[in-house]
């Protein structure tokens, strides 16, 4: 029923509208209650009929847009299908923005649902128009902040998110993202201040957890990062990023069975992974047993590893323990 074919069966559409007010406000109504109703298919039939027979109709280009994101996003649809809509749905996107390029909100929705489908230029371009639409709107500098941090032009990011970050007093992206900001910048003091107040905004944050971790480490206090880490979860110990600072903690202050340990943990939970058993080979090769090393180098190659990497991963170690302070044990 949510297969990615049932929207691209629908006839081109029509050079102009041909549904007069009340069916299309008829048509809205349904769509609208369809999604209410979390029936995304009946939603997106609905409203591909309404674009099509109204494609000089911003309303139904924006109400296909969410039907496409709410079928997109359903739980049993399959991860490539789930791109092939999200696609579709940016393009609706584009083509509302096009015919209400003023409107600020439809701007930033199109943002975000280009972002989400790996759209990012055509995010940014969005994003833009939102901010340059209402630049009073807090939620629309803080993603043009986002976005220009992402493409590395920091001193606009930095500008943006620190008047996000006044703007709204009660969230914690604007500051962790001006924490990572800093923190590419060498200024750990002061990165370690913003993610401090972000993680007392969101105290359960993982995400957060995980950078105030990491800056601890960053600054010669292995330790307090693993005491920041340790207490978490055994599932979400076993997370790639998570298990990787781990390793690299435990790595830092000598302990490198334990950080062997950790990433093995983590690639026994994801055997599809060939990227995190060559990351338990290598701990392993560091920790001094070849023959552990040897079970997931083995593991890796099993499950796709290019040979070259499997090689590296069991080379023999000769530049000390481990990565340098900051390093990452990725392949």
């Known amino acids: 029923m949510l297969s990615a074919a049932c929207d691209r069966a629908a006839p081109p559409a029509p050079a102009v509208p ?4 009340r069916a299309a406000d008829a048509a809205t109504r349904a769509v609208e209650g369809y999604l209410a109703a979390d029936k995304p298919a009946e939603a997106l039939k609905v409203a591909a009929k309404l674009a099509q027979e109204a494609p000089g109709l911003m309303r139904a280009q924006e109400l296909h847009a969410r039907a496409l994101v709410a079928v997109a996003l359903h739980p049993d649809m399959a991860t490539d299908d ?24 439809l701007q930033h929705a199109a943002g975000v649902v280009c972002d989400t489908a790996g759209r990012h230029a055509e995010a940014v371009v969005h994003y833009e128009s939102a901010h340059r639409a209402d630049p009073a709107n807090p939620q629309f500098t803080m993603y043009l902040g986002l976005a220009r941090a992402r493409d590395g032009r920091n001193d606009e990011a930095r500008t943006l998110l620190e008047q996000a970050a ?14 990572d900001l800093a923190l590419r ?30 800056m601890h480490r960053l600054a010669d206090d292995p330790r307090g990062a693993l005491e920041l880490l340790m207490p978490l979860d055994a599932t979400v110990r076993r997370d790639a990023g998570v298990a990787e600072e781990i390793a690299l903690a435990f790595t830092a202050v000598g302990a ?21 058993a060559l990351r338990a080979a290598r701990a392993w090769m560091r920790a001094g047993d070849p023959v552990k090393a040897t079970v997931w180098a083995d593991a890796a190659a099993l499950v796709g590893a290019p040979a070259q990497d499997v090689r590296e991963a069991m080379a023999p170690v000769s530049e000390g323990p481990g990565p340098r302070p900051g390093g990452s044990s990725s392949p």
């Open 18 to 21: 041909t549904v007069d007010a």
């Open 166 to 179: 006044r703007d709204l007093p009660e969230s914690a992206e604007p500051r962790a993202a001006l924490a």
């Open 256 to 276: 490198l069975r334990e950080a062997a340990a950790i990433l093995e943990d983590s690639a026994a939970a994801a055997p599809n992974d060939w990227k995190r």
């Open 82 to 105: 789930r791109a092939v809509f999200l696609g579709r749905a940016a393009d609706a996107y584009g083509r509302a923005t096009a015919i209400d390029p003023g409107n600020a909100a």
């Open 185 to 214: 910048s060498g200024d750990l003091a002061a990165a370690r201040t913003r993610i401090a107040e972000a993680r007392k905004l969101e105290p359960a944050s993982v995400a957060y957890r995980l950078a105030d971790a990491r």
